[in-house]
């Protein structure tokens, strides 16, 4: 069974819209992490965020902010007035701290911001 | 700077041959990762390493196999190569693991792009 999914596999908006990439995941872990990452054109993978699941408070960075809510699951990913910039595939991840060392990654969302 | 490196960057061989991608991090890592990525299937865990000469099989190891005989090293091997093994190869290393409040995010190499005709 997959362990995250990412159901949207492609978006496209026009620039200075409001996007949310979703991610659900499934665990039965009490303690586990989860993670969003961005690969741009270019290829490479960029970290973004890191959340614990002890911890549910939402996060704000700039133009990006991530909605954690255990009751589903998911750790929604959003990006508020988009740019082109902002055009890359999104993954999210997790990690369970009783099953070993693996981190588990959705099949991703490819995001494209139109100018 | 994650200090990982992955050579080489591109290879194009043929079917049967084997092939060797190389991952090297200068950060100390423990734990490094060998993952492929293909479309529609994000990123796909192929082997990790929890320590020197310690590696167990990921979701797709058939074909397959790595040795790390040293911390910066962690070496994937395809021993006769096949044309399903063409896709994108991204080593990443972490050296924090479920140590609480935070386990480490991983570090990405920049991708070795393999094609096997």
């Known amino acids: 069974a997959q362990k995250v999914t990412q159901a949207q596999t492609e978006i496209s908006v026009v620039e200075k819209e409001d996007v949310t990439l979703d991610c659900v995941y499934e665990?039965?872990?009490?303690?586990?992490?989860l993670f969003w990452y961005k690969q741009p054109p270019s290829g490479e993978l960029v970290f973004l965020i890191r959340?614990?699941?002890?911890?549910?408070q939402n996060e704000i960075s700039g133009r990006y902010s991530w909605n954690f809510q255990k009751s589903t699951s998911s750790f929604n990913f959003t990006i508020t007035a988009s740019q082109v910039v902002d055009s890359a595939v999104y993954f999210c991840?997790?990690?369970?701290?009783?099953?070993?060392?693996?981190?588990?990654f959705g099949t991703g969302t490819s995001l494209t911001v139109i100018p | 700077d994650a200090g990982i490196t992955q050579s080489p960057r591109h290879k194009v061989t043929e079917t049967g041959t084997p092939v060797t991608l190389r991952c090297h991090q200068t950060?100390?890592?423990?734990?490094m990762y060998w993952y492929r990525q293909d479309p529609g299937h994000g990123l796909r865990l192929i082997h990790y390493?929890?320590?020197?000469?310690?590696?167990d099989k990921g979701e797709v190891s058939d074909g397959y196999s790595v040795s790390r005989s040293k911390t910066e090293d962690f070496l994937l091997t395809l021993e006769s190569a096949t044309s399903s093994q063409t896709s994108v190869y991204f080593c990443?290393?972490?050296?924090?693991?479920?140590?609480?409040?935070?386990?480490?995010?991983?570090?990405f190499g920049e991708g070795s792009r393999l094609t096997v005709l």
């Open positions: 950060e100390n890592h423990r734990y």
């Open positions: 390493s929890y320590g020197v000469k310690d590696t």
């Open positions: 665990t039965r872990d009490t303690t586990y992490y």
């Open positions: 990443a290393a972490t050296s924090q693991i479920h140590s609480r409040p935070n386990t480490g995010e991983l570090f």
């Open positions: 959340r614990n699941s002890f911890d549910e």
């Open positions: 991840a997790l990690s369970e701290e009783n099953t070993g060392n693996q981190f588990y």
